[in-house]
């Protein structure tokens, strides 16, 4: 078709029918496709573009138009002629145009085949898309279920290492947070007053490589709009100190005041958090709260 | 073929095929093929140039051993091709002009317009005298092989082969030898219109 069209450069055109000469089908083959395309040209039935380009690349010479005069004679003896005799009607569409309302409808009838084939593989895809997202969806929420049940069972580990070790004295300095591996902060809960014995001591075990130490304290009286918290070693050295600290309710609503503190302050040893309150006016009073607990693992 | 004598054509027929039916086959093919070749060069009749191709293909059957007939073939029409652009390119074809002044006005000339319908009345008429010289079967074979448009002339093609019991690649050059045979035909009419026209 390139050859015929006169898209092919001398080079090729010149191989090309060389091996016309030489090979009787393809010239055959070759043939064939130009009268077809004289006879599609002729019907009318080449689109607009395609009936362009043929009259361009094509129709070079007188040679060639003399081949559609040809056709078109061919045409109207083959088929004009024998339609009449069909159908024997005068008032017949000429072949041409019959052939031009035959593509028309042809036409019609492809594009709303295409559009059809459009719309039932956008539903296939959506169907597709649906199902896949749900499929991610379910995938994920088995992922989030095997992730809490490794965390409660890493909570559960550590808790036994805890008691094991006799870190813990009391219930509430419990490290709320297990130490996991790569973990650079733990907590712990303290109640405030003076303990009753010396064994009764928070003892913290605080492991070399965590960063920071969060301790909750509890309040037994939350009437202060903010809080003023100082760490003082046993020997009241104050070594750490913050202000305007809110309290808040922990999971069971007990009011707390949450301390993170830089590991590297503290060393095995005992140590007290003092509390100041400060009332939205008036003084400040000092010493509301203390709790003295002890740091070992350092 | 004006220059080709009887002796020189019965030659180069011998020479394609000792069957003197398939050497008329083969004859037609070979003019076919020079005659496209030349179809695409301006101002020029390609069948004049397949003539004189044919001629000199013939001469040289005479004198020479050819091997290869089909390649000999194109290097013919190739120099011939050469030849003829040479020398067309020495003048200016006055229907260039004519084309080139239909552009400029936008309105095809009157007289042109004459011409063309004329000869379209003369190759009509032409392609009738030839088409009733026909045998019936290859008149409907015509029919049939052009039916339908695009897909659909494809598969009744084949549909048309099985019938005939044959393969669409030789139904296919059969009909082109019909085709070119009719084609030929109208040109031959057409040439002796124009002689009976000058004898006047």
Redesign the interface.
Known sequence: MRYLL?KLTEQET?EF??Q???D??L???M??LE??LL??YV?G?LSTAERKEFEAGYL?????RR?V??V????????GS?ERTVSGKEDQPPPKRM?RA??AFQSWQVSIVSAALVAIAAIAWLVVMNYRLKSELQHMQAQQAELRRAQQELETKLATFISRQGTVANPDSQPQHPELPGQSMIAFNLTPGLPRSAGAIHRLMVPPRVARVALNLYLEDDKYSTYRASLETAAGKQIWRKSAMKSRPDSQGRRIISCEIPSGILSSGDYVIKLDGIPGSGEVEKDIAAYRFAVAGR | MANLSTERFLGLLSWLDSDRSKAAEKYV?LR??LV???????????DDLADQAIDRIAKRLEGETIH?L??F??AV??KISLETRRTSARFVSI?ADVDSEERLVGERDPENRIIDSM??AK??HC??TC?QRLAAGDHKL??EY??G??QA?ILHRQELAQKRATTV?RL??E??LL?EK??NC?NRCLRSNVKAVRRV
Do not use: W
């Open positions: 006169g010149a029918e060389a016309c000469f030489e009787d089908s010239f055959h083959e043939t064939d009268n077809d006879h599609s019907r039935e070079i010479s007188p040679a060639r081949k005069e040809f078109q004679a061919l045409e109207h003896h083959l088929f024998a052939a035959n593509f | 093919l076919h093929k496209r070749a030349f179809e695409r060069l301006p101002y020029s009749d390609p290869n089909n390649s073939a194109y029409a190739m229907d000869r379209n190759t009509a392609l009738g088409l015509l029919l052009y039916k448009e695009k002339r690649a296919r050059s009909v082109n085709r009719l084609r109208v």
